[in-house]
Nanobody, 124 residues
Framework: QAQLVESGGGLVQPGGSLSLSCANPGRTLSDYSRGWFRQAPGKERELVGYISWRGTATYYADSVKGRFFISKDNAKNTVFLQMNNLKYEDTAVYYC?????????????????WGQGTQVTVSS
C-alpha cells in the first residue's frame, strides 16, 4: 500500500553496523531521487542524505559523513543506507522518501512520497 517500504531496522551496539533498504514495490517512482531522513524522540526530522536516480551523485549531512553511505539498484528499484560506526545519537526512526526532480534536495518539503519508517536503536 505504501509507495516506499523501509526495512532492516533493529537494535545494534555502539560501533556496530546496520544496513537499511527502501523498496518501491509498485515501481511508481521511476526517476525520483531517494532521500533518507531520521527523527529522534523530541527532535526535529533531519536529513541524513540523498542519492540521484539517473546518476550516482550523493549528499550526506555532516553528522553522518564518512560513516553512512547511500547506494541504489535501479533494476530492483531499491535504495540502501549502510550505517557504520553507529553512535547513541544515531538512534531514531529512519524514513525513506522520494523527490520528483530526480536530483535530490536538502528539504523534506520537496519529497512527495514517504515510507512508514523503521526504528534503529543504538544501545549497549
Amino acid at each position: 500500500q505504501a509507495q516506499l517500504v523501509e526495512s532492516g531496522g533493529g537494535l545494534v551496539q555502539p560501533g556496530g553496523s546496520l544496513s537499511l533498504s527502501c523498496a518501491n514495490p509498485g515501481r511508481t517512482l521511476s526517476d525520483y531521487s531517494r532521500g533518507w531522513f531520521r527523527q529522534a524522540p523530541g527532535k526535529e526530522r533531519e536529513l541524513v542524505g540523498y542519492i540521484s536516480w539517473r546518476g550516482t551523485a550523493t549528499y550526506y549531512a555532516d553528522s553522518v559523513k564518512g560513516r553512512f553511505f547511500i547506494s541504489k539498484d535501479n533494476a530492483k528499484n531499491t535504495v540502501f543506507l549502510q550505517m557504520n560506526n553507529l553512535k547513541y545519537e544515531d538512534t531514531a526512526v529512519y524514513y525513506c522518501a522520494a523527490e520528483s526532480s530526480g536530483l535530490g534536495s536538502k528539504w523534506s518539503e520537496d519529497y512527495a512520497y514517504w515510507g512508514q519508517g523503521t526504528q534503529v536503536t543504538v544501545s549497549s
